[in-house]
């Protein structure tokens, strides 16, 4: 187990930039292929981004492709998640969390250790 705690939300207006950072600890974070989850209020968690242990591939839902960049820096331990055009429906808390299981990238039965998560609240 890797734990991870997130950090960088808040409250944005739409169209606005937010970028979020997760920590992690225990040394062997470089080993393991991370993503980003999200779970707004009455609904279920859903994928938002995967980033391969090398930082070689990365994935995301089509909700957010081509306004969310992931990213990590296996030497710091961190992962990243720069969000940009903001829209109403991002509002969710977003967690950072672990690729452990089988079921492919997009699944959010993949992931697990996610941490307390960070709030991102967009308004219009």
């Known amino acids: 187990q890797v734990p991870l705690v997130e950090s960088g939300g808040g409250l944005v207006q739409a169209g606005g930039s937010l970028r979020l950072s997760c920590a992690a600890s225990?040394?062997?974070?470089?080993?393991?292929?991370m993503g980003w989850l999200r779970q707004a209020p009455g609904k279920e968690r859903e994928f938002v981004a995967a980033?391969?242990?090398?930082?070689?591939?990365?994935y995301y839902a089509s909700s957010v492709k081509g306004r969310f960049t992931i990213s990590r820096d296996n030497a710091k331990n961190y992962v990243y998640l720069q969000m940009s055009s903001l829209k109403p429906e991002d509002t969710a808390v977003y967690y950072c969390?672990?690729?452990?299981?089988?079921?492919?990238?997009?699944?959010?039965?993949?992931?697990?250790?996610w941490g307390q998560g960070t709030q991102v609240t967009v308004s219009s």
């Open positions: 225990g040394g062997t974070f470089s080993s393991y292929d």
């Open positions: 980033i391969t242990w090398s930082g070689g591939n990365r």
């Open positions: 969390a672990v690729r452990r299981y089988s079921g492919g990238y997009y699944s959010t039965g993949a992931y697990d250790d």
